[in-house]
């Protein structure tokens, strides 16, 4: 949270004494000013141009771990902005005036000064500021490019001695104030660089043209100047979130607050992003000192205080507008939540220097304007908070190790189960334990949260609710010791708060301790309950609260600064007493904003809640500690799992050892990871060797030659991205694992030795690094010039500062190499870090590992979703990458399965692209627009194929009608790859020569009907050829018969007449036809067309051949002399779930074979049901012929492999339980028809997507087969009937939506009198049976199921085991064409 400047409307001059004009009024810059810079002298071309002067941030905080002291410190001269203007040193000067325009400056960072972290982020001293109104104390004139001061420690009740240590920016991250960089004399070859009126500026791009769904990019500071810093609103599943960019304030201690000093020194800063950096490890610094304190304090002099300026420029706008891109794109991928929130909102601070307080102050007010207004209000509104929900996250600061910042600091974990793929940052793992865990159960209200922290919560915070009001904050347990550095809460057995400690004594800190021994930690996260968000949001017309919002800033109210845990949530604690509570104020606008806090808030109640076996980890900018937080587990508690390898590919996984980590990366051949160390955003091509504790980030595969054979062990080593004017650069940054950037030269290293030693080894000087007017405990790594950024003659790279580490032959020409070029310093580079360029970078690696993980998962034909990062591919604008990456493999796997798959996930790819629009993703798939790449598919030349359905499908690209369209032929593409792998079945369909019937006379079959018991669904292709398949099938008699058959017979007139018989008499329904000619069956693949199946039949028995030249007529004259019969008849009702097509096709296959003069076994009927289902496109399973051409009890498998192949294996029960097994299954008829393609086709969908769900399900089926074959060898009833239950729960897995809500009703009522029970088949009706425990309770199920309401037309039938099988008969000559079946005489 971004912490406004207390700086007064006017100041003095530390070179003069003089005042500054009022507000309003300005001057010309001088040379000496401070706040102003006149480079007129500097850089000819640009004339007159003032740039902003050196600033740090104020590192306002809440209770965090402890931090060290904070530092500033002067130089004699700065040059300004190395590389873009000559050398120039100016001394002294003073502050620049608030309202001044805002002049030119380096180019901007994307991302804030933002920091308002932990109780680690207060000061060591306390905060000296001016009293309002008052100029501060004068002192020594300061030049410009000022360093920080480091202030000494101050802790109650006497400090210690100050610590000498560099006085720069906090360490790691410092500040990214608008400094401009200090370096050697810029390159004359920069003078070539395009130059403008604000060259020296980084232009934020426009705000998108639309914020879809409730997003609004808020101006709220609109005027805010370059240390604005931004809020983000998020809405929760009801309400509203906020994620608030900006720098939040510091926890300091009441006793503190009221020392007198000047006013901090604002922040220089441009928020663009949403990325905020972050604090020093343990040095969360904050206030900063005028001269005459510094003095005071014996440490130099730094630059006097720059109020914000107003009215700043539209290169602000893309702070709000870039955040919101972040939510939009984390809504779209569903990491919102299901319901996604109401309202998105990007809320800038309207002061440079606001603190968390005033912050959440601006964002509370933006979100109320925002929900008024979609009430229909014309002000604003408190009543709209009533049933709210809102969470504001405040965005951290600079972070030395992720130059996007804490918040977006990737992590090594992975979410399976997540809608969209994407790396997981911090945010998105505080998201997931705010919105999923903390917030669940809590009343309308507002959330407060940071995030610069890992925190882990359990599932079940066991937060009670129940007649809250007031005020909750957050805790988590730790240890005594950890909270010296850190803030505690102190409260009552009641759980009511008495006190804010931080860094307390021994004593203090026992005081807050449990039975356990535990502390209670602050750990940033308040809850305001819908009263009290709005007595705080009343607060916010009263002065000097009203200069906390964007109103203020409007209304030209002076600045102030307000922390939310010291004074807006003390003001509640009980042990305060008003005058001690005022008394903290630092300054007489604070007391009087206290007072205000305190009238309006101190009638809620503070309570606390503490969170079990939770966990909370400070992200300090110590590499140990960061490196440590990526590759150690975290708790049992958390929602993520970390993993040695996230997002990432790697060639030889073997060589990462245990204990490391990578994350977001690309290892080409053999790469080497030692335990302890950590490789991010990286593409490295080996061989390479990585020692350990290192750290590796941002490195591009040009960089793997540099880094062979150069030992790494405990280097932290980044690629960043800079922006110079329009100059992008790639600078390398190394380090040591235990530097210490801030200690003086003499007390500190450089990659891990002394830096005397690191100067005898290299060759390097002090004056290489440092000017010689810089002080010595100036002298720090931080503003060591280590760096090369640009070279006049030559490129730069990796090499350039590999050397440092192991100096080697031809030393000397690296050290004047390195000489000779342009160098800048960690402090230099940071306000010219381009951030939107680095998450550019990150974001097309992570989709080129993506890319490779499409390869890797369908040539290994591994069982991993690619649907997610379909998902995100489309929604982050990578789609036709994935497109591409896909057609190539289709095109050259050269195995049918894989390129199905691979067309299914192109379908998946399109169907994303269509966003939920443009109708359902099933329907036809014959438009003659694709009838050329289907041709090719059928002929077997898949690469053809995909290459004419690419070139079509960019026909349909336009809107999402089409799209879906393109994704149906895209699933038909892939139906005829599928087709094709289940024919290789066909090699094991054996035919044999038989005697050829008579003329005239009838071959008959009767089939049984089927039930599966157990493993349906992992029978259906290509599931079955891709996960292997188990089904326990048994034939049974439907009330004494076998319901299911087929005759043939030959005829004299060469022609087929086909009859189709279904339903029971009376009700039977007749369908006849007769084909004379070969076209009459060109639509046997039209599953609905009449006859479809018994002219499947004749093609697929090779009866008929087709498609051929020779006419029908002549075929069977020549073959057989005759035509051809076939009568078939079902008695049981249409998607009776029975298996009655498959075994109907199964029966007439048989019969048309012995017709024909041919025999063909059990096992080959079986792959040639197979053949003709796909051959008609119906594309079903195995189970249905086994278990109606097999006798018994038996199970068949199917191994995850090509050719498919099915095994039968008979199931040996005990004698006698075939009968009793027979007397305890019954079926109900539940009147209901079902869809089994429909079902089908999710269910082929779905398992090409390889959602989580459907593989764990598949898993399951087949052992739950397992187990029931198991059972019935032991003829357990019980146990059998479990496993009907689960087959159940198993088959909603797999087709959702098949279970009907009368078949629910019905199964309710049976429940009590079954062991078990499930719908046959894929469900969604047809045939219940269930397994009684009472034997044959026919009579007793229908009086029941009578009683029940709501059931329809339902019937029960009786069924027996069919031991015998199906019969294969020829029967004598019929007189009478078309008799009907048991009319003939068996001969």
């Not at 960089?703 to 922006?723: E, I, M, N, W």
């Not at 100036?778 to 350039?800: K, N, W, Y």
């Not at 998450?839 to 979703?865: E, I």
């Not at 789609?879 to 192109?906: F, M, N, Q």
Request: proline content about 9%.
């Amino acid at each position: 949270m971004s912490a406004s400047s207390r700086a007064a409307p006017w100041s003095c001059s530390p070179r003069t004494g003089s005042a500054h004009p009022p507000r309003g009024q300005h001057r010309r810059a001088r040379a000496s000013t401070s706040g102003q810079r006149n480079l007129t002298g500097a850089n000819p071309l640009h004339p007159g141009w003032i740039l902003p002067a050196a600033s740090t941030p104020h590192r306002d905080q809440h209770p965090g771990p402890a931090p060290a002291p904070r530092f500033e410190a002067s130089t004699p001269g700065q040059r300004i902005l190395p590389g873009l203007f000559s050398t120039h040193r100016i001394p002294g000067g003073c502050s620049q005036q608030r309202d001044r325009p805002p002049a030119p400056g380096p180019a901007p960072r994307s991302g804030a000064n933002n920091g308002d972290h932990h109780a680690g982020a207060e000061l060591n001293a306390p905060r000296v500021d001016a009293p309002r109104g008052q100029p501060p104390a004068p002192g020594p004139a300061r030049s410009t490019g000022a360093l920080p001061v480091r202030l000494p420690r101050r802790s109650p009740p006497s400090p210690p001695p100050p610590r000498h240590r560099c006085p720069e920016p906090s360490p790691a991250e410092p500040s990214r104030a608008r400094t401009p960089p200090l370096g050697p004399s810029p390159p004359r070859y920069l003078a070539q660089l395009r130059h403008g009126p604000a060259a020296g500026l980084t232009r934020a791009p426009p705000p998108p043209p639309s914020a879809p769904c409730g997003a609004v990019p808020c101006r709220a500071g609109r005027g805010a100047g370059p240390g604005s810093l931004g809020d983000v609103v998020l809405g929760l599943p009801e309400g509203l979130v906020g994620l608030v960019g900006g720098e939040r304030d510091r926890l300091r201690p009441p006793a503190a607050l009221g020392s007198p000093g000047s006013r901090p020194v604002p922040t220089r800063r441009i928020r663009i992003t949403l990325h905020t950096p972050g604090t020093q490890s343990g040095t969360h610094c904050g206030c900063r000192v005028r001269p005459a304190a510094r003095q005071a304090a014996g440490r130099a002099p730094s630059l006097p205080p720059c109020p914000p300026r107003r009215g700043g420029g539209d290169w602000l706008s893309a702070a709000p507008a870039s955040r919101l891109a972040e939510l939009e794109v984390r809504r779209l991928r569903g990491a919102l939540g299901p319901r996604p929130p109401a309202l998105l909102l990007a809320v800038e601070d309207p002061w440079a220097r606001l603190g968390s307080g005033g912050a959440t102050l601006n964002a509370l007010l933006v979100a109320a304007e925002h929900l008024s207004a979609r009430a229909g209000c014309t002000v604003v509104t408190a009543d709209v908070l009533r049933d709210a929900r809102i969470l504001i996250l405040h965005m951290g600061r600079d972070f030395s190790f992720d130059d996007c910042g804490r918040a977006f600091t990737c992590l090594p974990a992975e979410e399976p189960g997540a809608p969209a793929e994407a790396l997981v940052c911090n945010l998105d793992s505080l998201l997931g334990t705010m919105t999923h865990r903390l917030c669940v159960g809590s009343p309308p209200g507002v959330w407060v949260c940071s995030t610069d922290m890992l925190l882990t919560v359990p599932s079940t915070p066991g937060i009670s609710w129940d007649g809250f009001q007031g005020v909750r904050v957050i805790a988590v347990p730790g240890s005594p010791v950890y909270a010296r550095n850190h803030g505690v809460y102190l409260a009552d057995e009641q759980g009511l708060v008495q006190d804010i400690i931080y860094k307390g004594t021994e004593a203090r800190i026992q005081q807050c301790a449990g039975p356990d021994g535990t502390v209670p930690l602050v750990c940033g996260i308040v809850f305001f309950s819908s009263d009290a968000a709005e007595q705080l949001l009343a607060t916010h017309v009263i002065p000097p609260l009203d200069a906390c919002t964007y109103m203020g800033l409007d209304s030209g109210a002076p600045p102030i600064q307000l922390s939310l845990f010291f004074d807006i949530v003390l003001s509640m604690a009980g042990g305060m007493t008003e005058e001690d509570f005022v008394k903290g104020g630092s300054d007489a606008s604070v007391r009087s904003a206290r007072s205000v806090l305190w009238t309006a808030l101190r009638g809620f109640p503070l309570s606390m809640a503490c969170i079990p076996d939770a966990s909370y980890d400070y992200m300090t900018t110590s590499a140990s500690d960061h490196i440590r937080s990526l590759t150690l587990l975290p708790g049992s508690a958390s929602h993520l799992r970390f993993c040695k390898t996230a997002h990432s590919h790697v060639d030889q996984p073997c060589l990462l050892e245990d204990g490391s980590s990578v994350t977001n990366c690309l290892l080409e051949g053999a790469v080497g990871l030692a335990a302890g160390s950590v490789i991010q955003h990286c593409h490295l091509q080996g061989p390479l060797e990585i020692g350990p504790g290192c750290l590796l980030s941002g490195l591009a595969a040009d960089s793997s030659p540099a880094l062979r054979g150069c030992p790494l062990r405990d280097t932290v080593l980044q690629g960043h991205h800079v922006r110079l004017r329009d100059l992008p650069c790639r600078v390398f940054t190394l380090t040591g694992r235990l530097d210490d950037w801030q200690s003086p030269v003499e007390e500190a290293t450089y990659l891990n030795v002394p830096w005397p030693e690191f100067f005898q080894r290299t060759g390097i000087r002090e004056g290489d690094l440092w000017d010689a007017e810089t002080p010595r405990r100036s002298r720090c790594l931080l503003s060591a010039r280590l760096f090369p950024v640009l070279h006049a003659c030559e490129a730069l790279g990796l090499q350039d500062v590999l050397w440092l580490l192991a100096p080697a032959a031809g030393a000397g020409e690296r050290l004047a190499r390195w000489r000779t070029a342009w160098r800048m310093s960690w402090q230099e580079l940071l306000p010219c870090l381009d951030t939107a360029a680095e998450l550019g970078t990150r974001q097309a690696l992570f989709f080129l590992q993506g890319q490779r993980k499409v390869w890797r998962v369908l040539l290994g034909r591994q069982d991993s979703s690619l649907l997610p990062l379909a998902r995100s591919a489309v929604h982050e604008g990578y789609h036709e990458a994935v497109l591409g990456t896909l057609d190539e493999v289709a095109s050259t796997a050269g195995d049918a399965g894989v390129a199905a798959r691979a067309l299914a996930c192109i379908a998946e790819v399109l169907g994303c692209m269509a966003r939920g629009e443009g109708g359902l993703r099933s329907g036809p798939a014959a438009n003659r627009e694709w009838a050329s790449a289907f041709g090719c598919l059928e002929r077997g030349d898949i690469a053809s194929g995909v290459r004419e359905l690419a070139a079509e499908r960019q026909k349909w690209m336009s809107r999402p009608a089409l799209l879906v369209r393109a994704a149906r032929h895209y699933e038909g593409a892939e139906q005829i790859l599928v087709r094709q792998a289940v024919m290789s079945s066909c090699q094991f369909v054996t035919v044999g020569q038989a005697e050829l019937p008579p003329l005239g006379h009838w071959v008959q079959v009767a089939c049984p009907a089927r039930l599966d018991l157990s493993g349906g669904w992992s029978d259906t292709p290509p599931i079955t050829y891709e996960h292997g398949g188990a089904v326990v099938d048994v034939a049974v008699l439907v009330d004494g018969c076998r319901p299911i058959g087929a005759r043939v017979r030959r005829i004299p007139a060469p022609e087929l007449r086909l009859v189709s018989l279904s339903g029971a008499p009376p009700s039977q329904a007749v369908t006849e036809l007769v084909c004379q000619e070969l076209e009459h069956l060109q639509d046997y693949c039209q599953p609905h067309a009449p006859g479809a199946l018994l002219k499947a039949a004749f093609i697929c028995t090779q009866v008929v051949q087709f498609p051929s030249r020779k006419p029908l007529r002549v075929q069977l004259m020549e073959n057989f002399g005759s035509g051809f019969e076939v009568h078939t008849w079902s008695t049981l009702p249409h998607g009776s779930g029975l298996g009655t097509s498959s075994i109907l096709a199964g029966a007439v296959m048989a019969s048309l074979y012995r017709a024909a003069g041919k025999a063909a076994s059990t096992k080959s009927l079986i792959h040639a049901v197979l053949h003709l289902e796909q051959r008609l496109t119906t594309g079903g399973g195995w189970q249905d012929q086994v278990g109606g051409l097999v006798p018994g009890i038996k199970i068949g498998r199917s191994k995850a492999q090509l050719p498919l192949r099915v095994e039968v294996e008979q199931i040996l029960v005990p004698d006698g339980f075939t009968q009793t097994l027979s007397d305890h299954l019954l079926l109900v008829y539940t009147g209901k028809t079902r869809l089994a393609r429909n079902l089908l086709q999710d269910v082929v969908r779905n398992w090409y997507a390889r959602l989580p769900s459907i593989v764990q399900n598949t898993d399951a089926l087949v052992s739950n087969a397992e187990e029931c074959a198991q059972a019935l060898r032991q003829g357990d009833l019980p146990l059998i009937g479990k496993c009907l239950d689960r087959y159940w729960q198993q088959k909603k897995v797999m087709a959702p939506g098949c279970e009907p809500l009368a078949v629910g009703h019905m199964m309710d009522a049976l429940r009590p009198h079954v062991h078990g029970q499930c719908l046959a088949g894929a469900g969604g009706g047809g045939f219940l049976y269930v397994l009684t425990k009472a034997p044959r309770q026919r009579e007793a199920l229908q009086q029941l199921l009578a009683g029940t309401e709501g059931l329809g037309n339902f019937s029960i039938h009786s069924i027996e085991v069919d031991t015998g099988g199906f019969s294969v008969e020829v029967v004598g000559c019929d007189t009478k064409d078309g008799a009907h079946p048991g009319e003939d005489r068996p001969v």
